[in-house]
């Protein structure tokens, strides 16, 4: 006897069923409310069931981001044995989670719980999948908003829904709460908060890929004299006072003048002020003294090499990935045309805009290097780096993993990534020699009718073709010829666009102040607010006014009393790493330490296929052999991401600086800057001061002075010149002369 299939069984079921308990009105949504029981459990996430492979023969979409492919899995896999319809009750999909079966996951939700009834409901329905006519989720709120809590105080969050057809949901229990730093608060599951401690964070909600964010603050129990946030250089001082005055956070002293002096000269120019120079400002009077010196330095033609560099950085300007002579070349043309920007002090829409559109042979226009390397000659623009290095690039934005499945922490879909695709999905290269001649960038047209060959790209999900389309979902208009790279660069420029101008404010802002407004710095999203909203929209306006003008709002910066505060900490601000109470203490750059080690010793670098005498930063090739670049954490620029450079502090650049050959050859050769004064006969004293104000911008205090005096006596005048030598060697292993402070 032929025995029925178990889904003629589930069919016959729901047939048989009493009348309306399934009715199609009253059914659970799959889209709206089953897929997210499925997130809030962890069922799943990528420990879970939303990996690759699945987890122990069952899987599903990553956060949810197919529910199609989920509805199909549950219901229909291995002849749909998770659910029985005749009995929903004995359903896999029911019992591994009350524990009634094994479940490596545990017991996800007790019986008659809210989750067990839903999950009930949704099967005696018959398990109806997702609709192409349900309502889509329009906005998430969550209630009461903002507030300012006491540590050990809890407050209960709501979370609404509102939905396409107009109406209103609560769906807080089937939410996903997440806090930014659960050292100053917690939330549970149910949106239950706890203020652990002072300071302030972002808590996120997360329902059907949209994330709703909320500010907790908890503001320190302390009086602070109101002086204290007086008397600010510029706008910027009085957001970030504001913000230390709400939270009850004390600013350190203003720093003296060398250490201004030696920090806005790094900041700025990437070289260390000479002895002459740091003598001249500390003895100058005149109280404009420090703003007169930033203008200088914004002039100075150390800046252009300094800016172009961190322009190489950005653009990803490196070696093709063929590495051949033609590739050197293309680097160096690249180059060469940032630094025509830059000493032009050419605005940032401008610039952003022409690498945007290039197009070309790269001898007759340098920026289509920038396609170069992220496209690359023999891939599809889909299939390469590009798509979410323009957006990383440009707009601060991280949609590389929406090329496998929605963003986790933003509402970016796959689909927003390949449609955003589209807009280079007409790029092609050609080479007139395969190995020397130049790399021209043409882009191809569909027919005037748009029936063949259509803008856009392939979702290779769906198999859905899709067109061009910008992040904000915006509809633009691209006419049969046009390159589509046009409406784009023209969307992301436009001045409404608060991303193109907030991802170099805050680039430029954790340049100088060490830590971005939003961390990440590439990583800016609804779910990652700044730590200082009225400073970061203030900052963005002053940007966008003064017409993109990078050097305006680094003069702007550098003249804040912000910028010039000591980066020693007071008691009660010595732990605050997020609202500028002080100055952040970091390491230079591999860069710029090799270069000032260069400096101070006045024994060059010498870099293959380099004059001798050329510094780090104006070295165009990431390539060029360094050990002591690679150690210190150079960028490769392989990718977008800022987290390229590594400034970490390791063993190995320990024990390179204090035994390696970069650092003992520049103390012994006999053009060092001791050999150099011994052979001068200058005085004990000239060597020392000339020593300390080189490297660390500074006159010896009067301990270190106690010191270097008992350590020359011992060492007699036979064997006074190692005597400096070790002296000179001591200073360059100082954590003063290593970091920027």
Request: glycine share 6%; proline share 6%; aromatic share 8%.
């Amino acid at each position: 006897m032929n025995l029925p299939s178990c889904r003629s069984v589930a069919l016959l079921a729901c047939l048989f069923l009493p009348a309306g308990v399934h009715s199609q009105e009253a059914a659970p949504s799959f889209l709206n409310e089953i897929q997210p029981l499925l997130t809030r459990l962890g069922c799943n996430q990528g420990a879970c069931h939303g990996k690759g492979s699945g987890q122990n023969g069952f899987r599903l979409s990553l956060r949810g981001f197919a529910p199609e492919w989920d509805h199909h899995w549950i219901t229909r896999e291995f002849s749909g044995r998770r659910v029985a319809m005749a009995a929903p009750e004995s359903s896999l999909l029911v019992q591994k989670p009350l524990g009634v079966s094994a479940h490596a996951g545990g017991v996800l939700f007790s019986e008659n719980s809210r989750e067990h009834n839903l999950l009930l409901d949704w099967l005696r329905a018959g398990a109806p999948g997702p609709k192409k006519d349900e309502a889509e989720l329009r906005k998430l709120v969550i209630l009461p908003g903002n507030r300012t809590l006491k540590p050990g105080e809890q407050l209960q969050l709501t979370v609404q829904a509102e939905f396409s057809d107009g109406k209103t949901k609560d769906v807080t229990w089937l939410t996903q709460f997440f806090s930014n730093d659960e050292t100053i608060a917690t939330v549970s599951p149910a949106g239950l908060v706890t203020m652990v401690r002072p300071g302030e964070t972002a808590l996120r909600a997360s329902f059907l890929g949209n994330v709703a964010v909320v500010m907790m603050t908890a503001p320190h129990d302390r009086a602070i004299d109101p002086k204290l946030f007086a008397n600010g250089n510029n706008f910027i001082d009085g957001n970030v006072f504001k913000k230390l005055a709400a939270l009850n956070i004390e600013p350190s002293d203003p720093c003296d003048d060398g250490v201004f002096l030696r920090r806005a000269f790094l900041d700025t120019i990437g070289v260390l002020p000479t002895a002459a120079e740091v003598k001249a400002f500390v003895s100058d009077t005149r109280p404009d003294k420090r703003a007169r010196v930033i203008d200088q330095l914004l002039e100075r033609p150390e800046f252009v090499d300094f800016w172009t560099w961190w322009l190489d950085d950005l653009v990803q300007n490196r070696k093709e990935a063929d590495h051949d002579v033609r590739g050197t070349k293309n680097v160096r043309i690249f180059h060469h045309w940032l630094r025509e920007q830059v000493a032009a002090n050419r605005p940032w829409n401008e610039l952003a805009r022409d690498i945007l559109t290039a197009k070309g042979s790269t001898d007759e226009n340098p920026a289509v290097g920038y396609y170069v390397v992220t496209v690359g000659e023999k891939r599809e623009a889909n299939q390469s780096t590009v798509v979410a290095g323009v957006a990383q690039t440009f707009l601060g934005a991280r949609i590389g993993c929406a090329q496998c499945h929605n963003h986790p922490l933003e509402k970016y879909t796959q689909d927003d990534y390949y449609h955003f695709a589209g807009f280079f999905s007409r790029i092609t290269f050609q080479r007139q020699d395969p190995k020397t001649g130049p790399t021209t960038l043409n882009v191809s047209h569909p027919d005037k009718n748009q029936n063949k060959n259509p803008v856009g790209v392939t979702q290779p999900r769906t198999g859905k073709f899709l067109p061009p389309q910008p992040l904000d979902r915006a509809t633009l208009k691209i006419a049969p010829g046009d390159d589509p790279r046009v409406a784009l660069a023209a969307w992301i420029i436009d001045p409404k666009n608060d991303y193109f101008a907030g991802a170099m404010v805050n680039r430029l802002w954790a340049h100088f102040l060490g830590v971005g407004l939003v961390e990440p710095i590439d990583d800016l999203r609804a779910s990652n607010p700044p730590s200082n909203s009225e400073l970061w929209n203030a900052l963005v306006k002053e940007f966008v006014d003064k017409k993109y003008d990078r050097k305006h709002l680094m003069r702007l910066i550098l003249n804040s009393r912000t910028y010039q505060l000591a980066s020693k900490t007071k008691p009660g601000n010595e732990k605050d790493q997020r609202h500028y109470s002080h100055y952040y203490v970091r390491r230079l750059p591999a860069e710029v330490l090799l270069d000032a080690l260069c400096q101070v010793s006045g024994v060059p670098e010498a870099f293959e296929g380099y004059p001798v005498g050329v510094r780090a930063v104006q070295v165009p090739d990431p390539a060029v052999k360094s050990y002591f670049l690679g150690v210190f954490g150079r960028n490769e620029r392989i990718t977008a991401c800022a987290c390229e450079r590594n400034n970490e502090v390791t063993l190995p650049q320990t024990l390179h600086l204090r035994g390696g050959d970069t650092t003992l050859d520049r103390v012994n050769h006999p053009d060092s800057l001791v050999s150099r004064m011994m052979k001068a006969k200058k005085a004990d004293e000239e060597i020392v001061e000339s020593i300390f104000l080189s490297c660390l911008g500074r006159m010896p205090r009067a301990e270190e002075r106690a010191k270097i005096e008992q350590h020359l006596r011992q060492a007699g005048a036979a064997d006074r010149e190692n005597a400096f030598r070790d002296l000179f060697w001591a200073v360059l292993n100082a954590k003063e002369f290593s970091f920027n402070h």
